[in-house]
């Protein structure tokens, strides 16, 4: 029995489509993952000990996917420096370069997906 009363929702599709890219979005943080990693390895740099510039000149994103990033140098020697030795003292420079992150590439990409479900 019907009373006549009819409800037509427009941009439904266009809604669902969004919704979808932003949720795919979201699943591949590549693209924030590659930032972060930029941003950590020259923070790493600029703190690294600097004897010949051979460890601060290797530093970068070694690996980088939809899950995450991976940091590091190509130095041999590049640990000993980090993390010290009996001899040697730790500097620290590359987890000491992820308390120094100046922004969030994280909250930003995430920031722009929801403003394309948001301008949707």
Do not use: C, W
């Amino acid at each position: 029995m019907s009373d006549g009363v009819r409800v037509e929702v427009k941009g439904a599709q266009e809604l669902g489509r969004t919704l979808n890219d932003a949720a795919d979005s979201l699943l591949d943080m590549t693209p924030a993952n590659t930032a972060a990693g930029l941003q950590v390895a020259r923070s790493a740099a600029a703190r690294a000990p600097r004897r010949t510039g051979r460890l601060r000149g290797s530093l970068r994103p070694l690996r980088i996917d939809r899950a995450g990033v991976q940091v590091g140098s190509s130095a041999p020697y590049a640990a000993y420096q980090e993390y010290g030795t009996r001899h040697v003292r730790a500097h620290y420079f590359l987890t000491g370069a992820l308390s120094e992150l100046t922004t969030d590439p994280y909250a930003d990409y995430v920031d722009k997906t929801l403003q394309k479900v948001r301008g949707a």
